[in-house]
């Protein structure tokens, strides 16, 4: 069974910067996107950002291009979401997530198999 437990959520002011983190176990993950997403109050969990475990090639949202990185480290399972320039609505339930088939279709929430349980980012204006 895979689990995903993210930490490294809080509150920031505006410009500021945070990494969030998730360890992923119960699997070899070679063939798998891993993927955050977000939710704000109201509105639908939305897509951040993807990585390929085994070729480490990335892919975005717009909205976060040029201020999010995400990245892994495979001796420790883990995935990142370094967080930069922070605006407010940026604030959110940061979701990890992971595709066991690698899909193409990286943006889709139903492609994804399993999730976290969620980490409060707050960005103060």
């Known amino acids: 069974q895979v689990q995903l437990v993210e930490s490294g959520g809080g509150l920031v002011q505006a410009g500021g910067s945070l990494r969030l983190s998730c360890a992923a176990s119960g699997r070899t993950f070679s063939s798998y996107n891993m993927g955050w997403f977000r939710q704000a109050p109201g509105k639908e969990r939305e897509f951040v950002a993807t990585i390929s475990w085994y070729t480490g090639r990335t892919y975005y949202a717009d909205s976060v291009k040029g201020r999010f990185t995400i990245s892994r480290d495979t001796a420790k399972n883990t995935i990142y979401l370094q967080m930069n320039s922070l605006k407010p609505e940026d604030t959110a339930v940061y979701y990890c997530?992971?595709?066991?088939?690698?899909?193409?279709?990286?943006?889709?929430?139903?492609?994804?198999?399993?999730w976290g349980q969620g980490t409060q980012v707050t960005v103060s204006s």
């Open positions: 997530a992971a595709d066991a088939d690698g899909s193409r279709w990286y943006e889709i929430r139903s492609e994804y198999d399993y």
